[in-house]
């Protein structure tokens, strides 16, 4: 299995309501960010480590890690392994006695321990591909934006007539409704609308299927 390194970048609520974040992750060395709507605890035990609050008494992470560091369990590393249905999958990967094993957890979870323990946080390259998006680069967008304003006829237009307003034709084949969605993808990153980014980028991913 082929994994890529990842950072959080950001932790934010969705505008679903109190209940749910989305926890923003960005490969090591490079552009793309996958979002992982997680739950208002796991994403306060994360909120929590990332700005050093130690709360009085040990959070139920901080519990699973003090007894692990009790038994002599060192965490190595933490794996979002796979993407099914819409849910992510990862697992902690531990070291006892000389032998490794492999836990089965929640992102969120084993993120919230990865954090605490100081080791990295790895995504796997297919589920990386699969359900990751690359924003566009601010330039490139100002620099679209001051063509726009420079010349907003183009050449080949009567300036003498007012311009005809434009018509967005609704998609009819799949392959329009993918482009469609990839832009309204590229309007949700940019307006850091990460939930809803998630959901269209789901939805991208079953019409690529073709369910």
Known sequence: MKKIQVDIVGLSATPTGPSSYALILKEVGGDRRLPIIIGSFEAQAIALEMEGI???????????????????????????TDLRDGTFYAKIYLELNGMTYEIDSRPSDAIAIALRCGVPIYVNDEVMEEASFAPEEESQIEEEAEEEEENPLAPSEDISQPPTPKRTP??????????????QLEEAIKKEEYEKAAKIRDEIRRLKMGD
């Open 54 to 80: 130690k709360p009085p008494r040990p959070l139920t992470h901080d519990l699973i890690k003090n007894i692990l560091d009790g038994l002599g369990v060192n965490i190595l590393e933490v794996v979002v």
């Open 170 to 183: 609704k998609p009819t084949s799949k392959e329009e409704r993918i482009a469609e969605l990839q832009r």
